[in-house]
């Protein structure tokens, strides 16, 4: 299939959007009309522009309201055809989409539609054209694809074929196993698009939340199966309406885009210099290896007394560079000062913040293909500062993924570091889940990322309430929960994620959350090592009582040691978060037994207490 993108899908001016299309490695392209009717420039130089960028301009769409319509209507809409048509033969392109009509003069009728579409088909073999029937989701009359293929067929025009559009099919909750009825070089265009699943009108849905495949929750890849096995070889193009992306870098979103088809796809797209090859399935990764840490060098100090409250032991020192290994249990963190290191250049931008995670990985070859693959771009150790050689993806928050090689003798630790004696006796044990707070837009980038590159797989967004506004959280996992990623995002200024945001100048980390097997030992631990916890509400504790089948004695334990408290039904999750480090980050402390979940219901009074912590509580 040739990979393609409707213009409207990404910002800027028609200009910015076929260049950074083109950047993004498209070989095709669908002009939006709204797109041409506000561009500057002749059309001559404008189809000159696409060649020169080796574009295909796969079709010129929409063109609405067309069937079924009384006179005067009807005659006028194809007195428009022909104007469109003419246009197309400057644009060079061959293909016209049609949506169906929502005008209320539409009269309906499967027969008269046909009529129509017949009539224009004829009026476009003329003129070597073609059309390309849509139901649209919201359209007056007809609104299923299998309406829309029944009109087609009755139209009975070699010119005259169909467009199917993921978001018209799923919005409705269509079934698609009919889609194999229809011969696939009757359908003339296909148009995808991802979504969340939301309880709201299809138009609404459409205009404002649409997605690119991977980034939301649609059954795209039955829909894929279906359309191969009609036969389509045709343009596989995006088609997304989003309120963020139409408000961000163009260039980015374009490249996130042709990823995306590539993932749902699963191969890179055919040219005339490469075949086609498939994208490979490859193991995931198993645990973080590594969470590092830029820091200056009172951050540093900081950083290294709260540590060893919690039981950490410097273990290591980098043979060459000012670089400190923590470890506790299997948990390692990296606190980085060496000057002109990418740490410290993420500091420069970021200030105090997680710079880089390592994820450990059976096959980081198999990833970096896959990654490579998927247009993202690998950050390979420089040798005049780094020995350690491991290969690193650019993650969500600009922090970068290292592919830590799983059966690499002896390891990076051992060659690169001088160890220290440590204490054996660990409270902390693994790395349980790391929380980021980013734009929305980011998440959406975040979503594709871990899903294409890690195969992760996501679990429904939720809405947490702040007390100065609304967050949305989803959790970005592997298959057996050893690597987990909560991804927070806001609109509202005021909150603890947007106040996060505006500190870190853009997407950071709001806690690291690491598991205990002992979480009342460990918190009274903290308390006489003299760690601050985050305070807790006595409300908290009274409403535990009510919702919850604990002894008085239990409660007044967790509340004696601020520790959080909720029940999944595969059992039962203990957390206990420090203050804010610095105003940016937190620890989280958990204790599972058998529980699932991330402890979302305790969300609102984490992000209340962290409020007052920031002063954003007046």
Known sequence: ???????????????????????????????????????????????????DLGLTLEVYQPFRDFEGMPEPFRSRNFDRAERKFDLMEELGTDLLMICSNVSPHALGGIGRAADDLHELGDRAAKRNMRIAFEALGWGRHVNDYRDSWEIVRRANHPSVGLTLDTFHIYSRGTEIDSMLNIPGDRIFLVQVADAPKLSMDPLSWSRHHRCFPGQGELDLASFMENIRATGYDGPLSLEIFNDQFRSSDHFRHAR??????????????????????????????????????????????????????????????HKKKQVELWRQGAINLVINREPESFAQRYHGDHGLSVCAYGLTCPDPKALVERATSLGYEMVHANPEHDTHGIAAVTGPTGALLYLVDANDTPSHWEREFIHHPINQDAMLK???????????????????????????????????????????????????????????????????????????????????????????????????????????????????????????????????????????????????????????????????????????????IRLTMQARELDLLR
């Not at 086609?276 to 645990?287: F, M, W």
């Not at 996992?477 to 609109?491: K, P, Y």
């Open 256 to 317: 996130d885009a042709y990823r995306s088809l590539i993932y749902l796809a699963g191969e890179t797209e055919e040219n005339e210099s490469a075949p086609s090859q498939p994208l490979k399935d490859i193991p995931q990764p198993t645990e973080v290896e590594f969470i590092e840490f830029a820091v200056d060098g009172d951050e540093h100090t900081a950083l290294s007394a709260f540590l060893t409250q919690a039981g950490f032991t410097h273990a290591a020192t």
């Open 1 to 51: 299939m040739r990979y393609s993108i409707a213009t409207v899908s990404i910002s800027g001016t028609l200009s910015n959007k076929i260049e950074a299309i083109a950047a993004a490695g498209f070989t095709g392209i669908e002009i939006f009309e709204n797109d041409l009717i506000s561009h500057v420039g002749s059309l001559k130089d404008l189809r000159q522009k696409m060649t």
């Open 430 to 604: 693994r790395v349980d889940h790391v929380a980021t707070t980013m734009p929305f837009d980011a998440v959406l980038e975040a979503t594709l990322l871990y899903r294409s590159v890690f195969q992760m797989t996501s679990s429904p967004s939720v809405t947490i309430a702040d007390p100065l506004g609304i967050v949305k959280s989803q959790v970005m996992e592997v298959a057996d929960r050893g690597i987990a990623m909560t991804l927070n995002s806001t609109l509202a200024g005021g909150t603890v994620v947007a106040q996060s945001q505006n500190r870190y100048q853009g997407s950071g980390v709001n806690h690291i959350a690491m598991e205990t097997s002992d979480i009342f030992a460990l918190a009274e631990h903290l308390k006489i090592q003299g760690a601050e916890l985050m305070d807790v509400t006595p409300h908290y504790y009274d409403d535990l009582a009510a919702r919850f089948s604990l002894s008085e004695d239990a409660i007044d334990r967790m509340k004696s040691c601020h520790i959080l408290y909720d029940e999944d039904d595969d059992g039962i999750f203990y957390q206990l978060y420090t203050k804010l480090f610095n105003g940016r980050f937190c620890f989280e402390f958990v204790q599972r037994q058998g529980y699932r979940g991330y402890g979302m219901a305790n969300a609102q």
